[in-house]
């Protein structure tokens, strides 16, 4: 079977085709959009997950310009919010001289929250298709988030693939536990260590990757394989390093 890349941790795919120009096609899928970056080092954001300290606002940014899985350039062309989220505001602001667009989250008060928002963004490739993708995310604002995101080791942006192994950085603190968390749309997976790391322990349950340090552990080194589980043929291999400082 051919392989090709699995879905980024998002919402599961839907197909909508409309008109916008006369030979246009516009896909709502999980296939080409690059993955945003946390914009605020206080909130962090990993796979849609916004965690921070109460009255926090969470940021993220995507850029205007990138290139999909197969290389392909990519171009802008809306992002929209789809769900309004109930305990604060969501702004986005397209900064074309920047090449990025902006999506914030400001909690209307000061206090520990838990709230969810959606938004749609849609990209153009060559072939004049519009490629569009509903990112999902849950805001945690906490009175320890602060503390608890300093002291957690949490990966930089990553896509799982089939055609070759996917290179997965985790930094964090000395002594802090490193968290991985992997699903493919929503879909469920199974994860099997292909290559113990050698200075610390891992604890897999529900999606979830748990990395436990050793005392004097300042870096390490694992091998995982993502599988879908109704695809058994469909799987990702994870290098994942572990920097701790």
Not at 22 to 29: F, M, N
Not at 117 to 131: I, L, Y
Not at 185 to 194: D, G, H, K
Request: some cysteine; charged content about 25%.
């Amino acid at each position: 079977m051919r392989s090709r890349p699995l879905p980024d941790m998002i919402a599961p795919e839907r197909r909508l085709l409309r008109a916008r120009l006369p030979g246009a096609l516009v896909v709502i899928a999980a296939a080409s959009l690059a993955p945003a970056e946390s914009a605020n080092a206080a909130c962090r954001v990993v796979s849609g997950e916004m965690n921070g300290a109460a009255g926090d606002t969470c940021e993220m940014l995507y850029p205007l310009r990138w290139e999909n899985r197969r290389g392909r350039p990519m171009l802008h062309e809306s992002i929209r919010l789809t769900t309004a989220p109930s305990l604060g505001r969501v702004s986005i602001d397209v900064q074309p001289r920047a090449n990025r667009a902006a999506v914030s989250y400001r909690p209307a008060g000061k206090t520990a929250i838990s709230d969810q928002f959606a938004v749609e963004r849609c990209g153009s490739n060559p072939r004049g298709e519009v490629v569009c993708q509903e990112h999902r995310f849950t805001v945690t604002l906490s009175e320890q988030g602060a503390a608890r995101a300093a002291e957690t080791c949490l990966p930089r942006p990553f896509q799982m693939r089939t055609d070759r192994p996917v290179e997965v950085d985790l930094e964090g603190a000395r002594g802090s536990t490193c968290l991985l968390r992997l699903f493919l749309a929503q879909e469920p997976v199974s994860i099997s260590v292909t290559r113990q790391p050698e200075a610390g322990s891992l604890r897999i349950s529900r999606g979830r990757v748990r990395y436990e340090p050793s005392f004097l552990t300042t870096s390490d080194r694992f091998q995982l394989e993502v599988c879908k589980r109704a695809e058994p043929g469909a799987c990702s291999v994870l290098n994942v390093s572990v920097t701790l400082r």
